[in-house]
């Protein structure tokens, strides 16, 4: 069936320096792919997304780009900071328009110590 | 904040009991979805309702139901709890007319069973 794998975690990483969470899908059509974020004690907020191959979703400093060659959506940032710790999840949409549930990675913990 | 909100934020009962989960949809969003998160599970989608009708379901089990009001706000009533069924639950909304649907999370309702 259709699914999301991304990197275990925790990430631990010092202010500054450079991320790279990976994330690859198995799906039976053209998803969407998205990547959110759930800082602790919240929510989830959307980081950024790309409707087709080849896209790049980006969104404050964050980037990932839609490969349909590899199937992978990989988010990176170049100079990560304290505030960006949080949970990044991984998610696929395989529908449009009135229906379109996301299929959710089980997350990676992104820890930033200044 | 999404504009998605969600009460009650926290909900402890017993085994056995029966609950109701509130959602109230951004301004405007036609579909509201319903997702659980667990330690072992990660986020599984539940189940997806677009202007009063059910669109899809996942991963929900029997004892679980939901539905969506003429003011476009959802219940989701889960009865006969059991130990596993703690977790967080989230709401979704998006606007369901076109396009890849961009969901919008409110911050959670925290349900413990004991």
């Known amino acids: 069936g259709d699914s999301v794998t991304q990197m275990e975690g925790p990430v631990t990483l010092s202010e500054e320096a450079c991320l790279t969470i990976n994330c690859t899908y198995t799906a039976t059509g053209y998803p969407s792919l998205f990547w959110y974020v759930q800082y602790p004690g919240e929510g989830l907020q959307l980081l950024l997304k790309a409707t087709k191959a080849d896209d790049k979703g980006s969104n404050k400093g964050f980037e990932a780009t839609y490969r349909k060659e590899t199937t992978s959506f990989h988010l990176e940032k170049g100079s990560v900071q304290v505030s960006d710790s949080a949970v990044y999840f991984c998610?696929?949409?395989?529908?449009?328009?009135?229906?379109?549930?996301?299929?959710f990675g089980k997350g990676t913990k992104l820890s930033v110590k200044p | 904040d999404s504009g998605v909100t969600q009460t009650p934020k926290h909900l402890i009962t017993a085994t056995g009991q029966r609950v109701t989960l509130r959602c109230s949809p951004r301004s405007g969003d036609l579909s509201v979805y319903w997702y659980q998160q667990s330690l072992d599970q990660g986020l599984q989608f539940l189940i997806q309702y677009y202007n009063g009708e059910e669109r899809a379901k996942g991963n929900i089990l029997e004892r679980f139901s939901a539905q969506q009001f003429p003011d476009l706000h959802s219940e989701l009533n889960l009865s006969s709890l059991e130990l596993g069924d703690s977790a967080l639950y989230f709401c979704a909304s998006s606007v369901g007319t076109a396009g890849p649907p961009t969901q919008y999370f409110g911050p959670g309702t925290r349900l413990t069973v004991l």
């Open positions: 998610a696929l949409s395989l529908g449009a328009g009135s229906q379109g549930n996301l299929i």
